[in-house]
DNA sequence: GATTAGACTCGGCCTA
DNA sequence: TATTGCCGAGTCTAAA
């Protein structure tokens, strides 16, 4: 559940905890995830009441009083494959950390294949993790930051926005996605890129991660009958993962290269 | 030409 | 073989 959209819709999934206490918090494994868990992190969550979740880019800060009454925080980052159950319905070996909550709720941490992390800290630890991270989608500045970065260097405009300190929260299925919807090869250098081609992809940027909030957000709803992941198998991709079907404006075979190691789909009638 | 800082790319982390 | 992310190591490049 990794791009800034899921990481969203997760937020928004998570916010009846608000209010709650945590009565205990448990590792269920004894494998580390990205960043190992330090002795005695858990427990200073024992008795904290939840007061907010703020999301920077892809990372979820959780905000708590401690039972000693000072501040402390959670940050979590979902890697590629991490997802945080509500009142887990099964049970996994990929199941790595549970919250226990008054009232009776648990939260579950899930992860298979370990790419994402929690972490426990005093008050500003969000922020010191998310310190160098460019600006959110919905940032008035974003076009003029990105213009200024996109002049700098040579990278193609692919690499550029897969930068977190360029703009926070794209991934590669949203870049390649409003790369489309703009028009822009993947491969054009960010530095041949006219200002009003950067104002398009913001445009474009904006619009995709508030279809995919939408579409997952929706998708919350029919969960239970789904029974499947929210998210992007709910949502309609118009290149992404499409490689050899037919570009939905122009009919072209939509084609698969490699950039930075990451597959990137893009239509090469429409993207020039 | 040699030095250096910053920009950039790539491999590895994991599992199915 | 593939993968929604990220970071550190190593390489490259522009500038002084």
């Not at 937020?11 to 918090?25: H, Y």
């Not at 970065?149 to 703009?167: I, Y």
């Not at 009003?196 to 997952?216: C, D, M, S, T, Y």
């Not at 969960?223 to 998210?231: E, V």
Request: hydrophobic residues 40%; positive net charge.
């Amino acid at each position: 559940m990794p791009e800034l959209a899921e990481v969203e819709v997760t937020r928004r999934q998570l916010l009846p905890l608000l209010g709650l206490t945590v009565a205990c918090a448990e590792k269920l494994s004894d494998k580390n995830l990205r960043l190992p868990l330090g002795k005695g992190d858990l427990g200073r969550l024992s008795g904290a009441r939840l007061d907010a979740i703020d999301r920077r880019g892809k990372y979820l800060i959780w905000h708590f009083l401690g039972a000693d009454g000072v501040p402390l925080e959670m940050v979590v980052h979902l890697g590629m494959s991490g997802k945080t159950l509500l009142d887990a319905a099964d049970a996994s070996p990929h199941d790595h950390l549970r919250w226990h909550w008054s009232q009776g709720a648990t939260l579950t941490y899930r992860d298979v294949r370990r790419f994402g992390f929690v972490a426990v800290g005093d008050v500003g630890l969000g922020t010191e993790m998310t310190a160098t991270m460019g600006p959110e989608p919905w940032d008035e500045t974003w076009a003029a930051q990105v213009a200024a970065k996109a002049k700098k260097g040579s990278r193609s405009v692919k690499a550029l926005l897969m930068d977190q300190s360029v703009a926070a929260g794209l991934g590669n299925i949203y870049v390649c996605e409003a790369l489309f919807a703009t028009g822009i090869h993947p491969e054009t250098p960010a530095y041949k890129l006219k200002n009003k081609q950067i104002e398009a992809l913001h445009e474009a940027v904006q619009g995709v991660l508030e279809r995919a909030i939408a579409a997952g957000g929706s998708s919350i709803q029919d969960f239970k009958a789904a029974h499947g992941s929210p998210g992007y198998f709910q949502l309609e991709l118009k290149v992404y993962g499409r490689a050899g079907e037919g570009c939905p404006a122009c009919g072209e075979e939509i084609r698969a290269i490699k950039q930075q190691g990451r597959t990137t789909f893009f239509c090469a009638r429409c993207q020039r």
